[in-house]
């Protein structure tokens, strides 16, 4: 396996993170991420937007999908992008009270921005719903049905919800809990589609001590969610699932190992992993297999990276898009990386 390494946009004034990426239906790609004074600092925040026509080898100047924030009384934070059926594209994007006085629940209302035109072009966004932070994707499983998922705090521990539509985003079924656990902080949860009514919901656990990716699973299309499953993901922040091309599922992420040390000590490490289907579907973190790969490594002092999207080309091609400080020293920039599986990595992935 080889690493190609493309700088999407490295803007030294400001802080750009949170980035996902979509290929569009005429092979286009289309990076969102988000602008702001820092990962800590949230005064100022705007989403942006830039495109390839090269396979992600060079991208355009990035442009504004929203407004900036400096001095309203919300900011934008982690935005993820999809391609539906009909080859419209949607933002799901949180939009984040200041005003602290108000419950986790409240200070952050989910939104989504759809385009026509392969994101030239936005419309006004559609309030959702859902309240909480660091949205999953628009969801649109084979039946129609649309979901959206997001986090926030239950009885002091993050959690995992969801609503659906079954008329194309009109009405929104009543709040679902997708994950809760008094022993797990759960949240910024993927879920990947298995047919058959079937959904794989694949969390981080947020208590910085190295655990397990929490999955859940769903036979009823999201409407009812089974108990919580180790997947053999040490570390895993932030997952993002997808099949390949072949049947297999790739699912990014940050490790976070845990342990002694501050913010910056244990987020220098973007992995990926290959897992098939029965490793997914498995009721046993023992019957479950992967095989993790390292895709980057942040060797700044600040480190920061590991909110991560990816597609993959009709040749095989993988394409994932990331941030990271890394040489921008204690400022956030957004990296592409392309990689192609070899036929002896796919022929043997599940070796044991």
């Not at 092979?27 to 942006?48: A, N, P, Q, W």
């Not at 521990?157 to 809760?180: C, E, F």
Request: aromatic share 10%; proline share 5%.
């Amino acid at each position: 396996m080889s690493i190609s390494k493309y700088t999407i946009s490295n803007d030294s004034s400001i802080y750009e993170a949170w980035p996902d990426v979509v290929l569009t239906a005429s092979g286009k790609l289309v990076c969102v991420f988000s602008e702001c004074i820092h990962h800590g600092d949230r005064s100022y925040t705007r989403l942006m937007l830039t495109t390839s026509t090269d396979r992600g080898r060079t991208w355009s100047a990035k442009r504004p999908v929203t407004e900036g924030t400096k001095g309203l009384p919300y900011y934008y934070n982690c935005a993820r992008i999809t391609r539906l059926s009909d080859n419209r594209l949607a933002i799901t994007v949180d939009r984040v009270s200041h005003d602290k006085s108000e419950d986790d629940y409240k200070a952050a209302v989910v939104l989504i921005y759809y385009s026509d035109n392969e994101g030239e072009t936005w419309m006004e966004p559609v309030e959702t719903p859902l309240h909480g932070i660091v949205p999953d994707k628009l969801l649109e499983l084979p039946t129609g049905r649309l979901i959206i998922a997001a986090h926030h705090k239950m009885d002091g521990k993050l959690t995992q919800y969801m609503h659906y539509s079954d008329d194309g985003g009109k009405n929104w079924s009543p709040r679902i809990t997708v994950a809760h656990s008094p022993e797990f902080n759960l949240c910024e949860v993927s879920m990947l589609p298995m047919g058959h009514s079937c959904i794989a919901a694949f969390m981080r656990e947020n208590s910085f001590i190295g655990l397990d990716c929490k999955k859940v699973i769903s036979h009823d299309n999201g409407e009812t969610w089974g108990p919580i499953i180790d997947l053999p993901l040490p570390g895993c922040h932030r997952p993002t699932a997808g099949f390949l091309n072949n049947g297999d599922i790739l699912i990014t992420y940050r490790f976070m190992q845990g342990g002694r040390g501050g913010w910056g000590h244990g987020t220098q490490n973007l992995f990926a992993a290959l897992l098939d289907r029965d490793s997914i579907l498995a009721e046993k973190r023992s019957d479950s297999f992967a095989r993790i790969l390292p895709i980057d490594y942040d060797r700044s002092p600040y480190a920061d990276l590991g909110y991560s999207g990816w597609v993959q080309f009709p040749d095989g091609e993988i394409y994932i898009v990331n941030y990271i400080v890394d040489d921008a020293w204690d400022k956030g920039q957004i990296r592409g990386y392309s990689l192609s599986l070899d036929e002896f990595m796919l022929q043997n992935r599940l070796t044991r």
